[in-house]
């Protein structure tokens, strides 16, 4: 019964934070698609196709920390907090590094950065000015995403939910004044909206080093730990974390493709999209809690090597899984006029935006399912290598080419473009069940 209680008290622990801090993120994002779509639907493509670069940089930094994750969460399970440290050394100094490399690489080649999303101009000439201002972002948000993610796996939480409520206020604050020039500043439009998530990001990465230093004492760190070295977890860190950081990285690159088709489809599809994608987001909010939460009780619990407890955990969630994604995808659907009514954006814009979400919300259930058992469960029981090639056949041989033949070949309504772009998230779910049917998924990566 103790078990019972733990068991629910850690998911809730973990699920509730996370899932709150996706929910005040995607409201950050959402007043930004509001602020931003009042001054026109190019605004609002343009910044919608240059977040798909913070989108693709999100997606492989996340890859890096949820690589860490596997490692960490196991030896969270055994109290290793020398080995959870070198860990932790190894993620910062990789995502720096790449969080740095990248800034530079958008900052200098922001036209040809995005011409590889759009051949629209008028788009490209208004997305300019506001990349090469997010792209210094990318620096702030390694940082801190990085130390939130690896605390997260020693199960300390409270960071994650205000650092997200301070950013809410300062971006919403800051979008106000400096887009629409309030309080004596010029009105900026997009590049003011560029300017206002810098700032929020510059602030969160102060809160996130004064926390972790001068905080949090689960796992006391001093600057100079960030810049050690430890060869064995290094190794096996490229062994167990590797797969999921290339998975993440070709999902993101999925995602840029799939990019690059909307955005030759028109200004109405990239603007309905947008809108969609949002929306979706937040029907994922809760699931993605509940998979950061599986991640470390799967792994704590096999780095204990109480492997019935594992499996017993794994159905339990899996059950959850399903009713959350049930829950949300009716959630979205019936939401959907709610939501579209707050854009500035044309009738035929409208009407796409409202079919595409329709889509999107019945996917949704297999996405809240099979997504949450590959970046919980799999992941937690250090099964990277699957989760990766199920991620590479879908992706590259199922959806981009399906997408890419129903855009421009067979030219179907953007409807069903949009349908063969998800397509797979109405496939997996059944792949993730079958896996963890057996034990194969069970991998303890921990050294004695």
């Excluded at 860990?87 to 990789?94: D, E, H, N, P, T």
Aim: charged content about 15%; proline content about 2%.
């Amino acid at each position: 019964m103790d078990n019972e209680k733990n068991f629910y008290k850690t998911l809730l622990k973990i699920a509730l934070p996370v899932a709150l801090q996706s929910l005040i993120s995607l409201g950050v994002v959402m007043l930004d698609n509001i602020m931003v779509g009042s001054l026109g639907e190019t605004a609002l493509s343009a910044v919608s196709l240059s977040n798909q670069v913070t989108i693709f940089f999100t997606f492989i930094i996340k890859g890096i920390s949820g690589g860490a994750a596997i490692l960490i969460s196991q030896y969270w399970g055994k109290h290793d907090m020398p080995r959870i440290k070198n860990v932790f050394a190894i993620v910062f100094q990789i995502s720096a590094a790449f969080g740095i490399l990248t800034a530079l690489l958008v900052f200098f080649k922001p036209g040809a950065t995005m011409r590889i999303f759009t051949n629209n101009y008028d788009i490209i000439n208004e997305a300019i000015g506001y990349i090469k201002i997010i792209s210094f972002t990318y620096i702030f948000f390694t940082i801190s995403e990085t130390f939130i993610a690896m605390l997260r796996c020693v199960e300390v939480v409270k960071l994650t939910l205000w650092n997200s409520i301070l950013s809410l206020f300062v971006n919403l604050f800051f979008n106000y004044v400096l887009i629409f020039g309030k309080l004596g500043f010029p009105a900026l439009g997009i590049i003011g909206a560029a300017a206002a998530t810098v700032i929020a990001r510059f602030i969160e990465l102060m809160v996130v080093t004064i926390y972790i230093f001068y905080v949090q004492k689960i796992l006391p760190l001093r600057p100079s730990d960030l810049l050690k070295s430890d060869k064995v977890m290094l190794k096996d860190f490229t062994k167990y974390g590797l797969p999921i950081i290339a998975g993440d990285v070709q999902w993101g690159l999925v995602g840029v493709f799939k990019a690059t088709i909307i955005g030759r489809l028109g200004v109405s599809m990239v603007a309905a999209n947008s809108i969609t994608e949002v929306v979706l987001s937040l029907g994922s909010i809760f699931t993605t809690g509940l998979a950061n939460a599986a991640c470390v009780v799967i792994g704590k619990t096999i780095g204990q090597k109480d492997y019935v407890r594992t499996r017993k955990y794994s159905n339990k969630i899996q059950i959850l899984f399903v009713l959350v994604g049930v829950s949300m995808a009716f959630l979205v659907f019936l939401s959907r006029y709610i939501v579209v009514s707050f854009y500035n954006i044309g009738a035929d814009t409208r009407t796409l935006a409202l079919q595409l979400i329709a889509i999107g919300a019945v996917t949704l259930i297999g996405t809240s399912y099979h997504a949450a058992c590959f970046v919980g469960i799999n992941r937690g029981g250090g099964d990277s290598h699957f989760v990766f090639k199920v991620d590479l056949i879908f992706g590259w041989l199922v959806v981009l080419p399906l997408s890419y033949l129903a855009a421009f070949v067979w030219k179907l309504p953007l409807p069903i473009v949009f349908l063969f772009i998800r397509i797979d998230q109405s496939l997996k779910w059944l792949i993730a069940f079958l896996r963890l049917r057996g034990d194969k998924w069970i991998h303890n990566v921990t050294r004695e």
